[in-house]
């Protein structure tokens, strides 16, 4: 992992070194939690900050044969270090060995490769450089050249530690993200009736109707914007679409709020209405607004139970998206309502139909109004975001994508943004020196890096 990692070309050299390399980093989509930040947390130990959440490495290590007290048990932290390291060497060829190793270069400075014989140097090493203020949560962002981050944010929240990250005077953006998954979560009436509790206690608004459940949803979306809220996300197994009225709205929520599970056909009608409902406020207030699909959570029944959600045992799903997507969108765009959209598709056969839908909506407003999401979780790799870029660049505009995000919990994640670039810039390097790019357009190539890298995102989401 040199400096021409990846890049296979004097071209892509050139790109990378004097056009991507050392732009900002804008993070638009991020787990990291805010306390964190606000805190300057101190880590404890490599451990910690590494493999803590990290349902990418817990995979790999249950595959490799660990067991699960080394992964999420009360094993102790050398002993889940240890586990990890010996799993390293087994992931040749997955984007796991990369990561990790750009991630111990570009932080702690460490090029020997991870392995069970360098484990125990590399683990005091990065150890004792955690204890130094230069290495704090806010450390790392700053090492990373971290501009502005958008957390992910539940409409309950009170986001006090968004408003004290500003106050303090913290040089890096911390935006919340508005993510109001859990107000459509309608097929559990026990869980959601205990969520709409709190929501009215939160805004202030006691909720018995649909009516309320929009009144005390449109509050809190007013209070994101005052605490600067610029992007909401919305993730979903598919996109749905059934046709519902007002009245029926209404008739189902004060159902499922009774404690009466509805049917499948009736949890689509009010998830259809309340998702539309969503995307109006986001099209009234200018925001961009995400659609993350394509995810089948919590397949294994008996470790959700014992962990909960987000712990690994998740994969990418087989749904027919096309119809609803397009339904929703039409619907939106009819009204005048359709905001800046994002669509990210974790299933890869899904490229092409989530590349032309973006050509159905664009509008001439503003430069690629409606997006093709950067390579998402599973694709987040050199083969998906090759597809994702080669499929965009075929059906769309590459030179108006917004580009990458970490999609991570992880402080040191950042490295997935060199990583893209790396990516980026070897294909078009290629593009050029294979003559599918003239030479005489290189000054454009080299805006057009710096624009995927870093403008088209500063532009698209006015930060």
Not at 14 to 35: G, S, T
Request: hydrophobic share 35%; aromatic share 12%.
């Amino acid at each position: 992992m040199d400096e021409q990692f990846l890049l296979r070309s004097e071209t892509a050299q050139m790109l990378f070194h004097e056009h991507a390399k050392n732009l900002p980093i804008i993070d638009y989509h991020c787990h990291l939690v805010p306390k964190m930040i606000a805190d300057d947390y101190q880590f404890h130990s490599i451990t910690e900050l590494w493999l803590g959440g990290d349902h990418y490495k817990w995979r790999a290590e249950r595959t490799n044969g660990v067991d699960e007290r080394y992964i999420t048990g009360d094993a102790s932290d050398w002993e889940k270090f240890e586990k990890w390291a010996e799993t390293v060497p087994y992931t040749f060829r997955n984007p796991l060995y990369h990561w990790t190793h750009l991630e111990l270069k570009t932080c702690f400075g460490i090029t020997e490769p991870l392995n069970p014989a360098s484990a125990k140097r590399i683990y005091d090493e990065c150890n004792a450089k955690l204890s130094s203020k230069d290495f704090s949560a806010r450390g790392l962002m700053r090492r990373y050249h971290v501009e502005t981050v958008c957390t992910t944010d539940d409409p309950i929240d009170s986001l006090e530690y968004h408003k004290a990250i500003k106050e303090s005077g913290f040089e890096i953006k911390v935006l919340p993200t508005w993510r109001p998954d859990k107000a459509m979560a309608v097929g559990d009436p026990v869980t959601y009736r205990a969520y709409v509790e709190r929501l009215g206690e939160v805004s202030g608004i006691s909720i018995s109707t649909y009516s309320d459940l929009m009144d005390a949803l449109k509050k809190r979306h007013d209070f994101f914007a005052s605490v600067g809220c610029k992007l909401a996300d919305h993730g979903l197994n598919n996109f749905p679409w059934a046709v519902c009225s007002s009245q029926e709205a209404d008739q189902l929520f004060q159902k499922v709020l009774g404690g009466t599970a509805l049917s499948n056909e009736e949890i689509e009608k009010l998830q259809t209405v309340i998702l539309l409902d969503l995307t109006r406020m986001n099209a009234e207030k200018d925001w961009v607004q995400q659609f993350h699909y394509g995810a089948q959570r919590n397949n294994n029944t008996k470790m959700f139970k014992l962990l909960g959600p987000d712990t690994g045992y998740d994969s990418i799903g087989s749904y027919n998206a096309a119809m609803p997507m397009a339904r929703i969108l039409d619907t939106l765009n009819s009204e005048d309502k359709l905001a800046k959209t994002i669509l990210y598709n974790l299933n890869p056969t899904d490229n092409y139909v989530v590349a032309t839908m973006l050509g159905n909506f664009q509008d001439g407003s503003v430069p690629g109004k409606i997006q093709f999401g950067s390579g998402w979780w599973f694709n987040d790799q050199i083969d998906g975001m090759e597809k994702q870029m080669n499929d965009l660049s075929l059906l769309g505009l590459l030179s108006r994508f917004v580009g990458m995000l970490t999609d991570s919990r992880s402080f040191v994640s950042y490295p997935r943004h060199e990583y893209f670039r790396r990516v980026l810039c070897d294909l078009l390097g290629k593009d050029v020196e294979d003559g599918q790019i003239p030479e005489s357009e290189l000054p454009r190539v080299c805006g057009m890096v710096e624009d995927i890298c870093y403008y088209n995102a500063k532009n698209y989401f006015k930060f």
